[in-house]
């Protein structure tokens, strides 16, 4: 696995971020927005000249910065897997992302038409360049190298498909994950739909009032069992479920009762041959915002009903980072399995009236054999991801 | 306010897309939201966006949209007591 | 490999024309996409107002899409969609942009800021047709007939949907095109690469 998000600029520094209680979010500071007071996003402490350095691109390079965190993301992920020769086996790529290269386009936009030296980074814009780049740094041929694009579940839906490609023989390892980073049109966007917030993020929380927009890349390496067994690996987790769903109610906001959560949990159950009370511990969506938090809750509620474990966002350490969101969770999922810790829902003050649940709002030592982590993305994509000790 | 309600009307139809509507088919006292015009979510919030363009009142609460957007009399009521443009 | 599955049906939405099966169904040529598609909608008569509200992605989409779901005689509703294209969200991007960039006149819309993902338009696909199945977007540099082959075979071997729909849906600028099919267990088409890339330069 590989992580480089607000709390941390690898796993060891997450892990201790997230037992710590230590939060990533503030005003953001390297985006030079008119919302700056009005917003708190979790920003990633490295300039993009810190990244360019750790990376050792050339100055002519034309990465953006979403390619950059998912790059030292991705080569974190090989380096922890022990590859030494990735092409050994058929290595795949499939990355997330929704930003993209629009980072550098909504900064040099103008200047395009002025300074022909800034114009390589037209060609970083497109999604798929992202991808491109992370599978060159890997040295991955173009065997099979995609990018998936549907908003806060892309990432869930990397590692489902990557499960796929490993499970129908199409490929024997592939890493899987998403990266995003922050920028003017996602905070303007977001503004706009008037759901961010305007402090700390509450997920959970009655009083919530909406989301911190964050940056962050995450990947992982699957291998199927013969790859495992041939190089006597250690595995951290086992991709257990998956799921996923389309909640058909709404562009953007999800319906009252978490239909197409409820479907993907339900999906990723019956994969995985487990039952709600086989889950341990849930690690929601929980954005903070109005809508998800409360149709999350009820679609929690109607799959497990009485059998419901602790559950937590971790999105009030990150922030909501969008593509990225499923690959950084499903880290956070595989190391409290690891660990057998649940981490706490921070900020929690006051319960949703809707229903008689909390979070979990003190980091708890339980024995954990499988963990559920949800992704919701707009456009009604909802991808469940469940991971456990044993295959 | 006669004006303005007509206004209104003809705004609403060009800002939210309501292509098969007529500025006849809207009566002063329909429901913009729910059974009336079918207005969802999205349509309140680029209202909101219309009332800080056009009128330069700036709302921050969604919530506060909803009273405000009931009914095109609603509407124009307010507007004409809060706007500054 | 030896498919058991087929291509039911497939629509095209290119230079001005709807095709169903190969057959052109409406035509309006010399104008441009907006005036088009419009023009398409009354023509099939859709009879969606929401329509309306739709970014040129989604229109494109729901539209290739809408022709072959409507003519699909079950009442299936386990139908995934598999959608993917080149561009992404590029063309209602731009849009939001030019909508933040302007530091006096700065009013982005919520209504454009939506569609800045591509595949909200196959959530505007499941709304109307009811679908709560799988679904995924991906980009490609070019039409990939391979991936969605066997992403589609793949959810009808493992029954994780009873139909797929298929495709390439791509706006950029005045420059568009779709291509949708339907795969299922019954069809006048085997369901290979080489039938969908045939299919697809029809």
Redo the contacts between chains.
């Keep these: 696995m590989g992580i480089i998000s607000a709390i941390g600029n690898n796993v060891a520094e997450n892990y201790s971020a997230l037992i710590e209680g230590k939060k990533g979010i503030s005003r953001v500071a390297k985006i030079d927005t008119v919302h700056r007071d009005a917003i708190m996003v979790g920003e990633i402490a490295a300039s993009n000249q810190e990244l360019i350095d750790e990376l050792g691109l050339a100055p002519e390079n034309n990465y953006c910065r979403t390619a950059m965190l998912g790059a030292i993301a991705a080569k974190q992920a090989v380096a922890d897997a022990n590859i030494s020769a990735i092409k050994k086996y058929k290595t795949g790529l499939i990355s997330a992302t929704s930003v993209g290269g629009m980072d550098m386009t909504e900064r040099f936009y103008y200047d395009y038409l002025e300074d022909k030296n800034l114009q390589k980074y037209i060609e970083g814009h497109h999604a798929g360049d992202s991808t491109q780049k992370i599978a060159e740094q890997l040295g991955i041929e173009q065997s099979l190298v995609t990018t998936i694009s549907t908003a806060c579940s892309s990432a869930a839906n990397a590692i489902m498909f990557g499960a796929r490609l490993i499970k129908s023989g199409k490929l024997d390892r592939v890493i899987v994950g998403g990266a995003d980073c922050l920028s003017k049109f996602t905070i303007n966007g977001f503004k706009t739909l008037m759901i961010l917030s305007d402090t700390y993020n509450t997920p959970f929380d009655e009083n919530r009032k909406g989301l911190n927009l964050g940056e962050a890349a995450a990947f992982l390496v699957l291998e199927s069992n013969a790859v495992v067994k041939a190089e006597n690996k250690k595995v951290l987790a086992y991709v257990k479920g998956y799921g996923n769903a389309n909640d058909a109610f709404h562009q953007t906001a999800s319906s009252e009762n978490g239909d197409g959560a409820t479907l993907a949990m339900e999906k990723a159950l019956k994969v995985g041959g487990l039952l709600p009370k086989d889950i341990d511990y849930i690690n929601a969506h929980g954005t903070a915002t109005g809508n998800n938090d409360l149709s999350e809750g009820r679609a929690i509620l109607r799959v497990f009903g009485e059998n419901l474990p602790e559950f937590s966002s971790t999105k009030a350490y990150t922030g909501h980072t969008l593509a990225a969101a499923g690959a950084i969770e499903a880290v956070y999922a595989i190391l409290a399995l690891q660990n057998n810790i649940i981490y706490p829902n921070l900020n929690f003050k006051t319960q949703m009236k809707e229903f008689e649940i909390t979070p979990q709002t003190e980091l708890k030592e339980k024995e954990l054999e499988t963990v559920l982590s949800n992704s919701l993305g707009f456009g009604g994509n909802c991808s469940t991801l469940i991971f456990s000790k044993r295959a | 306010m006669s004006e303005l309600k007509q206004e209104l009307k003809e705004k609403i139809i060009e800002q939210l897309n309501l292509e098969d509507v007529s500025v006849d088919d809207i009566a002063d006292d329909d429901s913009l939201f729910g059974d009336g015009l079918g207005l969802d979510s999205i349509d309140a919030l680029e209202l909101i966006v219309m009332l800080d363009k056009d009128y330069g009142i700036k709302l921050s609460d969604p919530k506060e949209g909803r009273k405000i957007f009931e009914s095109i009399e609603v509407m124009a009521s307010y507007i004409a007591e809060h706007r500054a443009k | 490999m030896n498919s058991k599955n087929y291509i039911q049906a497939f629509s095209h939405i290119k230079n001005n024309t709807v095709s169903l099966n190969g057959n052109p169904i409406y035509n309006l040529p010399e104008q441009n996409f907006s005036v088009f598609i419009?023009a398409a909608y009354k023509h099939l008569e859709t009879k969606y107002?929401k329509f309306?509200?739709m970014d040129n992605l989604s229109k494109l989409a729901f539209l290739a899409a809408d022709i072959l779901l409507k003519d699909s005689k079950s009442e299936e509703d386990d139908i995934a969609?598999i959608l993917s294209n080149?561009a992404?969200?590029l063309d209602t991007?731009r849009k939001?942009?030019s909508s933040?960039?302007n530091?006096e006149q700065?009013?982005?819309?919520?209504?454009v800021?939506?569609?800045?993902?591509?595949?909200?338009?196959?959530?505007?696909i499941?709304?109307k047709?009811?679908?709560?199945?799988?679904?995924?977007?991906?980009?490609?540099?070019r039409f990939n007939a391979d991936?969605l082959l066997?992403?589609a075979e793949?959810l009808l071997q493992t029954n994780k949907a009873k139909k797929v729909l298929c495709g390439w849906v791509d706006f950029d600028e005045e420059n568009y095109e779709a291509f949708l099919y339907l795969v299922d267990k019954q069809g006048d088409t085997i369901h290979t690469k080489e039938e969908i890339t045939r299919l697809y330069t029809l």
């Design positions: 419009k107002s309306f509200k969609i080149r992404s969200s991007d939001h942009q933040i960039s530091a700065y009013y982005p819309s919520p209504a800021f939506v569609y800045t993902l591509p595949n909200i338009c196959i959530g505007e499941s709304i047709h009811g679908l709560f199945s799988e679904n995924s977007f991906f980009i490609f540099d991936y066997d992403y793949n």
